[in-house]
């Protein structure tokens, strides 16, 4: 509890300031307000523990140590001091310590603390007392794959590769992660087994490959002597336990708490441990912090294989962020140093399409599609994403040749066959056909308000103006905000003589017309027309058909 009296009122302001801090994820200000409350009231608990907390989030572990340390001296219950109290022994090698703390009640959770522990064993040369702790934890539900996999790392560690092989080999253990399979093709290639490694590999990953692999990949099929070297120490298996839970936690969505706090320590204790950087990368775009992404991202180096992914993920930062002119420029230098894969240009496609420069999206995704192999699944989205930008550009034919193109690969996907369906409808032609491809997408994705509305602007355009109606109320409970929506449930309502309805609906199409951004495709000005004279006049001036029915029918 903060204290009372004059020391409260200094310390008041960086307390409340750090609080909202924190409660935005913002762990560089919390980290700072929290520190300058805790100078002020230097023996408040709540401080101690808040401070530890922005600092660990932050990835600062050695400034949280000193903190951390007071609050068990203390016999404080803290979570976040006891990790960062483990973080602190596994790195300075002081396994002994590790093993002679008491059971975890509620800190780092039972399963982690079990296999810190036997790695701890591991660490102190003592692999039967390890070997009798996996065994131990093993028995209990729900865990049994990632103690397999921890037993392999560590016996391979130590250089029993056969033994390790063996539990790698067995279907089901948690080893089937991308880091569990380069575990396993690493242990393979050590032992000479070079043509297994490889099977592995494929069986695994198939075409879905990337520069690392593709580099692995080439490596055993050179017949090059290979090491284990993924996990080489006791301090790196503590770190891969930290990171098994942060990558379980983040696929089950438990929440970012433990997911970010495990990811820093996976990578306080092992420094090259690219994954778990990518990982906090990843969940700090997602909570909003840009800035500490992009930091993040920016450590790997240039000479790492996964370098690329580092440098897409923080050109989407940088979007977000709001900077896309150094986004496109990060994308562009990709290009240069690593053109040979089609997913940098279909990245900076999508960039440039968003910002409206079509042309130049157009020729990434020329790009993008002359490197993506024929099979690979990514090319029906090329061509979705070119035909609309081809779209955007007037370009009609083309855009309908790449979507029938996209569709030739996935006939049934919804937004394909919306996409191409509604322009179609627009372009009044082939009506027949668009309906079949709309009722075909509704039936894909019949919860989506924007098929549902193509559906009942189809029927509008053949003059089935009853089946519009139902369709379009369907697609307004969907969307109800939604200008283009409304304008077009307006319509329809015209259509079967509701006058007064349609205009409610122009009106209310017109409220959610943000026109300062220009980011809605209604026209307000055409709105605003047939709310003067009507949708009949609208169409006459338009030299468009009238309507199929009398509004007195």
Do not use: C
């Not at 709105?527 to 029915?549: C, H």
């Amino acid at each position: 509890m903060i204290s009372t009296g004059a020391a409260a009122q200094s310390v008041a302001g960086p307390y409340l300031a750090g609080r909202a801090a924190a409660v935005n994820s913002d762990y560089r200000e919390a980290a700072d307000y929290y520190g300058q409350a805790l100078a002020q009231d230097p023996q408040n608990l709540e401080l101690m523990e808040s401070t530890v907390l922005s600092l660990l989030s932050l990835g600062d572990i050695d400034r949280a140590l000193p903190v951390a340390r007071v609050l068990e001296e203390r016999a404080q219950m803290s979570q976040v001091a006891r990790m960062v109290m483990t973080a602190g022994l596994a790195a300075e090698g002081d396994f002994a310590s590790l093993l002679e703390r008491e059971g975890d009640s509620g800190g780092i959770g039972p399963w982690v603390e079990g296999l810190v522990k036997a790695w701890a064993e591991v660490g102190l040369g003592e692999m039967a007392a390890a070997e009798a702790r996996f065994a131990e934890l093993a028995q209990e539900a729900g865990i049994q794959s990632f103690v397999a996999y921890h037993r392999a790392l560590a016996l391979a560690s130590q250089g029993q590769l056969a033994e390790a092989e063996a539990i790698f080999g067995e279907a089901g253990a948690a080893g089937q992660t991308r880091r569990g399979v380069i575990a396993h093709v690493q242990v393979l290639a050590e032992l000479g087994r070079h043509e297994e490694a490889i099977e592995v590999l494929r069986a695994a990953f198939g075409e879905a490959t990337d520069p690392e692999l593709d580099q692995l990949i080439a490596r055993l099929e050179a017949g090059e002597e290979m090491r284990f070297d993924l996990v080489q120490d006791a301090r790196e298996g503590i770190a891969e336990v930290f990171f098994t839970f942060s990558a379980v936690l983040r696929g089950e969505d438990a929440g970012d708490y433990y997911v970010l706090l495990y990811a820093r320590i996976a990578r306080y204790l092992d420094p090259d441990h690219v994954d778990a950087l990518l990982l906090t990368a990843d969940l700090l775009e997602e909570l909003g912090q840009q800035e500490l992404a992009i930091e993040v991202y920016r450590e790997v180096p240039p000479e790492d294989s996964a370098f690329h992914v580092a440098e897409l993920g923080r050109a989407d930062a940088l979007r977000r962020a709001g900077r896309v002119d150094q986004a496109i420029e990060v994308l562009h230098q990709m290009t240069r140093s690593h053109g040979n894969l089609a997913v940098v240009h279909s990245t900076l496609g999508d960039l440039l399409r968003a910002e409206e420069r079509y042309a130049e999206a157009i020729t990434a995704y020329d790009r993008a599609l002359e490197l993506a192999s024929e099979t690979a699944p990514v090319r029906w989205v090329l061509y979705y994403s070119r035909g609309i930008a081809q779209e955007r550009l007037g370009n009609d034919e083309a855009m309908e040749k790449d979507f029938r193109a996209a569709l030739e690969i996935e006939p049934d996907q919804p937004q394909v066959l919306n996409y191409l369906g509604y322009s179609l409808v627009e372009q009044q032609r082939n009506l027949d056909e668009a309906l079949d491809m709309i009722e075909r997408a509704v039936a894909a994705s019949p919860n989506s308000g924007y098929i549902v509305d193509s559906l009942g602007w189809v029927f509008y355009r053949l003059g089935r103006y009853p089946e519009a109606v139902e369709q379009m109320e369907r697609a307004v409970e969907l969307l109800p905000v939604d200008p283009v929506v409304n304008d077009h449930l307006g319509d329809v309502y015209w259509a079967v003589g509701r006058t007064r309805e349609a205009e409610f609906q122009w009106r209310r199409a017109l409220s959610f017309i943000d026109e300062a951004e220009g980011d809605s495709e209604a026209d307000p000005e055409r709105i605003r027309r047939k709310l003067e004279v009507g949708l009949d006049l609208v169409l006459q001036e338009e030299g468009a058909k009238p309507l199929k029915v009398a509004r007195d029918d």
